[in-house]
């Protein structure tokens, strides 16, 4: 997994670094011939690829980091507020509802950050399949399994175009995307997958053709939150 991320990542990186090549002598060109307004669209398209090399950087550093460290209790509802805060002016800039059901706050021993990361990467890929949708909907539910009560679920759902039995299977994989070619590095959910392994959870995925896609991140739980926190309070009495 890591090799094909560094192979795929060494070539995006040099696409990338030859499309800014390009579009530099072409701006140099066109200065040259007083096109100005030819000039900035090529800055426009610059500062795209940018931006890209920015999150791939951003992407890059975070799975090759040390994601084992600085665990502690952390509390589940805190990455999901955390996330939604971030993300809120897309939430208001594309009309997507978004519908909140965490009915009580559990405890895990995990990286913080690192459940953020997840949690803001789900997000935006629900957010990302819903481009262009109507009534766009997420609902991001917390909620114990059946039959498992040591674990519980957070499960991030959208109503977006769903995905094919085909595109399920290679879904976790480094650099596949289904979104439109240039608008996704297909490292969000691999590096997701991996993170979610880091802390001890797992991340499944179900999806229905037309009708969307439901990402589910399954943790083991220490305690409720607010028990572990009575219990810390009676540990320091």
Do not use: W
Not at 126 to 133: F, K, N, P, S, T
Not at 173 to 178: G, L, Q, R
Not at 184 to 198: E, K, P, Q, R, T
Request: charged share 25%; aromatic share 6%.
């Amino acid at each position: 997994e890591i090799s094909a991320c560094l192979v795929g990542s060494e070539m995006c990186i040099r696409d990338r670094l030859t499309a800014l090549s390009n579009f530099v002598a072409s701006s140099q060109m066109l200065l040259a011939r007083n096109k100005v307004d030819a000039v900035n669209d090529n800055f426009l398209k610059i500062e795209d690829l940018v931006a890209r090399l920015s999150k791939l950087s951003r992407q890059l550093r975070i799975f090759s980091g040390k994601r084992n460290s600085g665990s502690a209790f952390v509390s589940l509802q805190a990455p999901v507020e955390y996330a939604l805060e971030l993300l809120a002016p897309r939430f208001t800039s594309e009309q997507v509802e978004c519908r909140l059901s965490l009915p009580r706050d559990y405890e895990v021993r995990a990286n913080a950050m690192v459940l953020e990361q997840i949690v803001v990467n789900l997000l935006t890929n629900a957010m990302d399949a819903l481009v262009g949708e109507a009534d766009a909907r997420i609902e991001i539910k917390l909620e114990e399994l059946d039959g498992a009560p040591q674990k519980v679920s957070l499960n991030i759902e959208d109503n977006g175009h769903g995905m094919t039995d085909e595109q399920l299977t290679h879904v976790f994989e480094p650099f596949f995307t289904t979104k439109p070619m240039g608008k996704g590095l297909g490292l969000g959910l691999a590096i997701s997958y991996s993170l979610a392994c880091d802390i001890g959870a797992e991340l499944i995925v179900s999806s229905r053709l037309g009708k969307g896609t439901c990402f589910s991140l399954i943790l083991p739980i220490t305690s409720t939150a607010s028990a572990a926190s009575a219990e810390r309070r009676e540990g320091h009495s």
